[in-house]
């Protein structure tokens, strides 16, 4: 009886929601992105509902949502498809079967999770890096780095990095065909994260600094300091990303402590020493015009979290605390933005001062995007727009890798 009162209550929650939760007007498919939010709000729920239990914590059941979708290395008539390891680290390469008369470009796609979820393994990541490999004759690395909250700051950073440089070796670009000049590191959502934090430090290592041609960020979570911009506002709850699950999930990356969350999403967090870095990620001067809107700027409230949680202030974390100088230093350049998502602001803000420093930068805001839309790029409920993400995403990879 049990079992069917949750079940009962679980779908009537679904329709409760499917039915009355309002989705932007200019949403493609809206349908389908209601069914999207929806389920991702019932998840939450039921997420709370079994941690208040004892029965599994928060992060736990979202892992076990994600698993269902795992792959397996499954080659094809284009792509041979292999698992294996660079040192200790898992990663799925993606080879192209045809013969090249020149050597084939290389990809590093870093997944997203808020450093707790997804995989290589994902059906829709390993969609896109299949479509990938295929369409641009590339060679594309996908590593599965350390997750949180079992693997604490800076661990995700540490091995993506130690990845790319194994890569980057030249017997193993030889061993795969790559083209030492035509290197992109990519990521999505906090894959972007890792993927901007890694450019920046490779670019700052002499023995790396010209190997990155380009970087590609797709609606990438790019700072902490400030929770309370106006997209992490506009969208507090969705679609599909609410801003409560978001901050839950990424501040396991820094600490299993429950209250540091709790305090991100007061935006009371940032230590008063760090407030020098306020200027990076203000809003009120870095956001073209239109995305400010009516909304007031306010400096986060001063806490005093930084001694038991360093990685709070951290570049490595938050890749728009670095200083111009630094940014002068970064490579061709791809971001694309979301604008019914969260982290719209982050990227915005990343576009304005790259290009204040002059890096060649080219953004696509997508004006009916919503965060995660490539995850929901195959059957059975795909959307348009992760399609088309994915598309510009590869057009540009071709015009430029």
Not at 85 to 103: A, T
Not at 262 to 267: D, S, W
Not at 272 to 296: A, C, G, M, R, T
Not at 340 to 346: K, N, P, S, T, V
């Amino acid at each position: 009886m049990t079992n069917k009162t949750l079940c009962f209550a679980f779908f009537f929650m679904f329709f409760a929601y499917l039915n009355y939760v309002p989705i932007p007007g200019n949403i493609e498919e809206p349908w389908k992105v209601r069914i999207v939010d929806a389920g991702m709000k019932i998840s939450s729920l039921m997420a709370i509902l079994l941690e208040n239990m004892g029965l599994m914590k928060f992060e736990e059941f979202f892992v076990m949502l994600m698993g269902v979708q795992d792959t397996r290395p499954v080659s094809d008539e284009n792509i041979t498809v292999i698992d294996t390891d660079f040192g200790d680290i898992p990663v799925r390469l993606y080879l192209p079967k045809r013969k090249s008369e020149r050597q084939r470009p290389g990809i590093i796609h870093i997944h997203g999770g808020a450093y707790v979820l997804g995989s290589f393994k994902s059906l829709s990541y390993d969609s896109m890096n299949r479509k990938t490999a295929n369409k641009l004759d590339a060679v594309v690395i996908a590593p599965d780095y350390r997750l949180a909250p079992q693997h604490l700051f800076p661990a995700a950073i540490e091995d993506c990095i130690f990845v790319i440089k194994f890569f980057l070796q030249e017997k193993v670009l030889e061993k795969y065909g790559v083209d030492p000049t035509r290197i992109c590191i990519s990521g999505d959502s906090s894959g972007g994260a890792l993927a901007a934090a890694a450019t920046q430090l490779l670019k700052d290592d002499p023995e790396y600094k010209n190997k990155i041609k380009a970087q590609t960020l797709i609606y990438p979570k790019l700072q902490t300091i400030d929770t309370l911009t106006p997209s992490y506002r506009e969208y507090e709850h969705g679609p599909f990303l609410s801003r409560k699950v978001a901050i839950t999930l990424a501040c396991l990356y820094l600490s299993e402590d429950k209250e540091l969350s709790k305090t991100v999403l007061r935006n009371a967090h940032v230590p008063q020493e760090s407030q020098h870095l306020f200027k990076f990620v203000n809003w009120s001067d870095l956001l073209p015009e239109k995305y400010k809107k009516n909304h007031i700027y306010t400096e986060p409230v001063f806490g005093n979290l930084n001694a038991s949680h360093p990685g709070l202030m951290d570049s490595r974390v938050s890749p728009l605390l670095v200083n111009d100088s630094q940014l002068q230093k970064l490579p061709l350049t791809y971001i694309l933005t979301c604008e019914h998502d969260i982290l719209r602001d982050d990227g915005l803000i990343y576009v304005t001062r790259l290009r204040n420093v002059g890096v060649p930068i080219t953004h696509d805001h997508i004006e009916d995007g919503i965060h995660g839309a490539m995850l929901f790029s195959t059957a059975p409920l795909h959307l348009q727009l992760g399609l088309r993400l994915i598309d510009k995403y590869i057009t540009w990879l071709k015009e430029n890798l």
